[in-house]
């Protein structure tokens, strides 16, 4: 199967975790009610992006009211849902997890976001979840129908070794559900993932929350997909919608035997090297 349809599910959250699933709920069968094969929910989709409501709204996953939620609507809807991310508690920590969930509602991967959010661009925005998150140390790669899906979290685009550790890998989608702001959105979020794309030859997919402006925490929204050649093939606007955009993992091929940049890296002077 080389074709797939994504919904990309730019929602609006509010601090009320019933009302956020009830609301991811309904894109998800808007998203079914249009044939999607995959769809997808923002970084932190049932809670506000903040410190504080990471250890208010965070879950134990063998306990998580949010995901018995999307394991059941995968599983009544026969389709592969990326639940975005949740603040997820084990052992006394919180991570930003994003859970994988198959046809029949099993999580068939999870994904700890590696690489935490502490910027501070002055005069404009501060933010250091390292502050109340711990970050994850392995890498996300999902077998699915489709062929392999690599998975990070919002901050991990930025890094290009990872986005090629999971290209090397054999995944030829990579997905970030993310929460850029107002600052680092206009700025880099279309570029990162062109980039990314572009860097690895691959599918690169990232949704975001859509624009709250009574959040403290101002999202950027422009859910995007990117393909094999750097083009941007669909972009929401920042208010919340649905964005539909289905891809052709032939284009991978196509792309890799005109210009051949990962056959002619010179694996001879260099490499990333796992710890």
């Known amino acids: 199967m080389t074709k797939i349809k994504f919904a990309l599910c730019q929602m609006n959250v509010i601090d009320d975790k019933e009302t956020n699933l009830k609301k991811a709920s309904s894109m998800i069968e808007n998203g079914v009610n249009n044939n999607a094969d995959f769809i997808i929910l923002p970084e932190m989709f049932n809670c506000p992006y903040s410190n504080e409501k990471f250890i208010e709204y965070c879950e134990d ?32 920590k919180i991570y930003n997890t994003s859970y994988l969930f198959d046809k029949s509602g099993s999580v068939i991967a999870k994904h700890r976001k590696m690489h935490l959010f502490d910027i501070d661009v002055k005069d404009k925005i501060t933010f250091k979840e390292s502050d109340v998150l711990t970050a994850g140390d392995e890498f996300s790669i999902a077998e699915t129908e489709f062929g392999k899906i690599g998975i990070g979290i919002c901050y991990d685009v930025r890094f290009v070794e990872l986005a090629r550790i999971m290209a090397e890998s054999g ?5 970030y559900p993310g929460a850029f702001n107002q600052t680092t959105g206009p700025a880099h979020w279309e570029l990162l993932f062109r980039s990314r794309a572009l860097d690895n030859q691959v599918f690169c997919v990232g949704v975001a929350p859509a624009l709250n402006k009574d959040a403290n925490y101002h999202s950027y929204g422009h859910s995007i997909v990117t393909n094999p050649w750097g083009e941007v093939v669909a972009q929401g606007s920042e208010k919340e919608e649905l964005i539909l955009c289905e891809i052709d993992l032939n284009e991978i091929k196509k792309v890799r035997e005109e210009l051949p940049v990962l056959k002619n890296k010179r694996k001879d002077l260099y490499e990333v090297i796992l710890k």
């Open 61 to 92: 996953e063998h306990d998580s009211t949010t995901l018995d939620w999307i394991s059941n609507l995968a599983k009544e809807n026969n389709v592969y849902i990326l639940a975005g991310s949740i603040p997820e508690k084990e052992s006394g």
């Open 171 to 175: 995944a030829q989608i990579l997905i």
